[in-house]
């Protein structure tokens, strides 16, 4: 029986593994790690503590060891995920038998991975977190972040998922940012095609199970 353990906090980069292993139905342990700066040296789940290091170098969630194997990167681990449980590829699709598909599924995620996901992190920093108000920053970021918004409306205002008619680890991905555009006060109802798509992916009961994930401890 595979073992999959799931280090995260249910955060833009946290819920695409855990809506992805719900959408699988593969069993899983849920680890919530502290990603607070205050916890380092105070909390033992906490993403610097040196046995997470070992895990993901890098110190950040989510990350999952499976039969003692670790993947760290959202991306890399859904492509993982995809590649042990995801044999149909109902989520997904060959990279030899629909290489151009493939190519589509792995050129949607990298603009997530490199683009959204970056971009809108650094907006939610300086605009929400940054002891110091830098207008320049605030407002570069934010409006890179709706920049790529316009360049996903551009292909969900003609398709119903990124790769067309299916549902990839690609929607997954971007999803995890864009249900959290409004933080930064963004209305996604400005991109109607992003927003249906929004709606769309939010009704999927894996996704309503799986941005829950890992619950908080309860108070001792
Ligand atoms: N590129 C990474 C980003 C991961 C990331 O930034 N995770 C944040 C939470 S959303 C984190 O763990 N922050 C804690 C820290 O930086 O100490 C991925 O896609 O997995």
Do not use: C
């Not at 993982?80 to 151009?100: C, H, I, M, R, V």
């Not at 605009?127 to 918004?149: D, H, S």
């Not at 940012?177 to 249906?196: C, F, N, Q, Y």
């Amino acid at each position: 029986m595979s073992q999959v353990t799931l280090y995260s906090n249910p955060t833009p980069n946290g819920v695409p593994v855990s809506i992805f292993l719900e959408e699988l139905g593969v069993p899983y342990e849920a680890i919530r790690m502290s990603i607070s700066d205050n916890d380092i040296g105070k909390v033992d789940k906490q993403v610097k503590s040196p046995w997470f290091l070992e895990i993901n170098p890098n110190g950040r969630i989510p990350a999952i060891t499976h039969n003692g194997f670790n993947v760290f990167e959202t991306s890399a681990i859904l492509l993982y995920l995809q590649a042990e449980f995801d044999k149909e590829n109902k989520f997904g699709f060959s990279p030899t038998k629909d290489p151009k598909e493939y190519s589509q599924v792995l050129q949607w995620l990298f603009f997530a991975h490199g683009g959204v996901g970056p971009m809108q992190g650094q907006a939610n920093h300086f605009n929400l977190y940054a002891p110091e108000k830098i207008p320049y920053a605030q407002n570069r970021y934010l409006n890179e972040t709706k920049r790529l918004y316009s360049v996903l409306e551009s292909r969900l205002s003609k398709h119903k998922y990124l790769v067309g008619e299916k549902y990839t680890i690609a929607d997954i991905k971007t999803h995890g940012w864009i249900r959290r555009a409004s933080v930064l006060g963004i209305d996604v109802s400005e991109w109607p095609g992003l927003k249906d798509w929004l709606d769309r992916i939010e009704s999927r009961p894996a996704v309503k199970k799986g941005v829950t994930v890992p619950a908080a401890e309860p108070a001792q």
